[in-house]
């Protein structure tokens, strides 16, 4: 029976080969089941149709000319187009380290020649299948995510712009009736509405351009390979970070030196480094401090401790001491989740941990919030190096 049905649209599979015979030998079969299959002599001339064509499924060989396999992978998880197309690979080498090799290099699943037809073409089968479960997942959270957005951006957006329209309408029909003092404090008014409105539609755009990338296209070259004491230290230095804090904490940008509201911020950090687009490590150790400083009480500190888990990961942990975030929050960590509102009216929008957490993702980074009863709250971010699965750590 054929592995395509009648009336779905027919999956396009490259194979990348340069023995011929086995190249002709695997379109063949993949043919007679009723797929569009491409093909290509070496790995150069792979990563170019697969980029231009966009297949459902790769199929590679690892020993070849010019690109071999594991650099094609490595190439194409690097691309955003192919960031996540299945890849099969297809390879006489039956050792523990030609596979590992592979699978670090990207690839999701492996073949040893010579191989059945039956064993062909049930590996994909199951990539196409892990593809369109892929597939459904994030159509999924992107519903998820903009029917969140529809239920919470009026909320959150109504409370600056009723200040805004109510201070003007006041400055514009009795203006004569106030003294130049108070004018003067009804416009500071209506300027802090102003920029507390823009914070807000300004993180509503670094969610949604996260929420739309799947993942950095250079995020795990050499280039983005943070040494992370110095990474830490950069941000906590930042004016960025400094004008957050103001803007979240209701404090003067200006502060001591490792004191942020009132809070000192302690590093213990083991030496390493991290694979990460520096503005993305930025946004998320700064989101994750502002958070923990909220939530921290009076005058305690807020820690952050970092080790490396071998050479496989850098394991980064922020605590503070402080509020309980619930159970329910924690069970639905996302964009626009908010923490007991009622209790906590001045956290504002909750996208703290849900911009962390998308920026993290497309760096290849795991964030979970191991501990939430306030005692402390601890938040880890593990960068994994380049190539290691989560799987393999978790």
């Known amino acids: 029976m054929s592995a395509v049905l009648a009336g779905a649209r027919v999956p396009t599979i490259l194979v990348v080969d340069d023995s011929v015979s086995v190249r002709q030998l695997t379109a063949s079969v993949l043919r007679r089941e009723g797929f569009i299959v491409l093909e290509a002599g070496d790995g150069r001339e792979g990563l170019d149709t697969a980029l231009r064509e ?130 003067q404090g009804m416009l500071e008014d209506v300027h802090r509405s102003a920029k507390a409105l823009a914070r807000i539609i300004s993180r509503m755009m670094d969610w949604a351009e996260l929420s739309a990338a799947q993942s950095h296209a250079d995020a795990g070259s050499p280039s983005h390979r943070l040494d992370i004491a110095y990474a830490v230290q950069e941000v906590l230095a930042s004016q960025a ?46 989101e994750l401090l502002v958070n923990a400083l909220r939530f921290s009480k009076p005058g305690r500190p807020v820690g ?33 989740s908010q923490a007991d509102r009622e209790v906590h009216e001045q956290q504002g929008m909750g996208l703290g941990l849900a911009i962390g957490q998308l920026a993290a993702r497309r760096n290849g980074a795991l964030l979970q919030v191991t501990r939430f009863d306030g005692m402390p709250t601890v938040v880890r971010l593990t960068f994994l190096q380049h190539g290691v699965e989560q799987k393999n750590l978790f």
């Open 54 to 183: 966009q297949p459902d499924v790769i199929l590679c060989d690892i020993h070849m000319p010019v690109l071999d396999g594991w650099d094609l992978v490595r190439e194409a998880r690097s691309s955003e187009s192919l960031g996540t197309t299945p890849v099969l690979m297809l390879t006489s080498d039956n050792d523990r380290v030609s596979v590992r090799r592979a699978m670090a290099a990207g690839a999701d699943d492996y073949l040893t020649k010579p191989w059945t037809q039956a064993e062909l073409l049930s590996a994909v089968a199951s990539l196409l299948e892990k593809a369109n479960r892929y597939k459904a997942d994030a159509d999924r959270a992107q519903e998820q995510l903009r029917s969140a957005v529809l239920a919470t951006i009026p909320h959150e957006l109504r409370t600056p712009m009723v200040s805004i329209l109510g201070s003007t309408e006041l400055l514009l029909t009795r203006r004569d009736r106030y003294s130049p003092e108070r004018v």
């Open 241 to 286: 970070f400094a004008s957050e804090v103001q803007a979240v904490l209701k404090v003067p940008a200006e502060t001591a030196s490792g004191v942020f509201a009132g809070h000192a911020v302690q590093t213990r950090l083991e030496p390493g480094h991290v694979q990460c687009w520096a503005p993305d490590f930025h946004k998320i150790l700064t």
């Open 304 to 336: 952050i401790t970092g080790k490396p888990l071998g050479h496989e990961a850098y394991q980064l942990e922020i605590a503070n001491l402080g509020v309980a975030m619930p159970e329910k929050f924690m069970a639905q960590i996302g964009a626009l």
